[in-house]
């Protein structure tokens, strides 16, 4: 098992760019997750999805988008890249309580983006 | 929304020392998570605890759901155990289960 993937591990955007982070997951895991994390806060929660076709907003969802059209993928896009989108931005999923799963998310291993 | 405030910020050890870190919460919770923070980036999960104490290796988490406070202990710490060490509890106020988090704790342990 792979666990969650991102792709890509870095990039770096020019101000009014896009581009889209992708978070794969083999656990067939129903909730997914997207957070940032920036120097001095703790991680927040951008968007996520409780399954199949659902997404829904979290702390901080301006200025991103986000599509689950397969259970075991979560894009995150940026429609048009700003400096304060400079982050590390992590995926994560977890299974359904209802199924057996329990509250434990699994963490890729990061995007480091940087827009100039 | 469930306020996480987590002490100490930075924490620098020598090698072998017992390590104490803090976690309070504003809201009652079913259960809480430990996450450690590799240097690298990558995150895991280390422990979910609803009461009581938990214990994995050298670390021992415990709860104290009347005080809304929970601590993580290293015995013996290594310069491996080198982390950032997250709290995490549900967010009642979103949905879903979401988490709630704190800003971590770095720790350092030199040899």
């Known amino acids: 098992n792979a666990g969650v993937t991102q792709t890509p591990k870095f990039r770096v955007l020019k101000t009014g760019q896009s581009m889209t982070l992708l978070c794969a997951q083999d656990?067939?895991?129903?909730?997914m997750y997207w957070y940032r994390q920036d120097p001095g806060m703790g991680l927040r929660l951008i968007h996520y999805?409780?399954?199949?076709?659902?997404?829904a907003k979290g702390e901080v969802p301006d200025g991103y988008n986000v599509s689950r059209l397969k259970k075991q993928n979560f894009l995150l896009g940026l429609e048009s890249a700003a400096p304060s989108q400079t982050s590390v931005y992590f995926c994560?999923?977890?299974?359904?309580?209802?199924?057996?799963?329990?509250?434990?998310?699994?963490f890729g291993p990061g995007t480091r983006l940087t827009v100039l | 929304k469930n306020e996480v405030e987590q002490s100490p910020q930075n924490l620098t050890a020598q090698e072998g020392e017992f390590i104490t870190i803090n976690c309070s919460y504003s809201?009652?919770?079913?259960?809480l998570h430990w996450l450690q923070q590799h240097p690298g980036g990558g995150i895991v999960s280390l422990f979910m605890?609803?009461?009581g104490k938990k214990k994995h290796g050298r670390l021992i988490a415990t709860i104290n759901i009347q005080e809304k406070h929970s601590s993580l202990h290293i015995t013996a710490s290594h310069p491996r155990d080198s982390a950032v060490y997250i709290c995490?509890?549900?967010?009642?106020?979103?949905?879903?289960?979401?988490?709630?988090f704190g800003k971590g704790t770095k720790l350092s342990v030199k040899p």
């Open positions: 995490a509890v549900p967010d009642y106020g979103g949905s879903q289960g979401n988490l709630i």
């Open positions: 994560a999923s977890r299974g359904d309580l209802l199924a057996g799963g329990n509250d434990t998310q699994y």
């Open positions: 809201v009652g919770i079913s259960a």
């Open positions: 605890l609803s009461s």
């Open positions: 999805s409780v399954g199949e076709g659902t997404t």
């Open positions: 656990m067939n895991h129903e909730y």
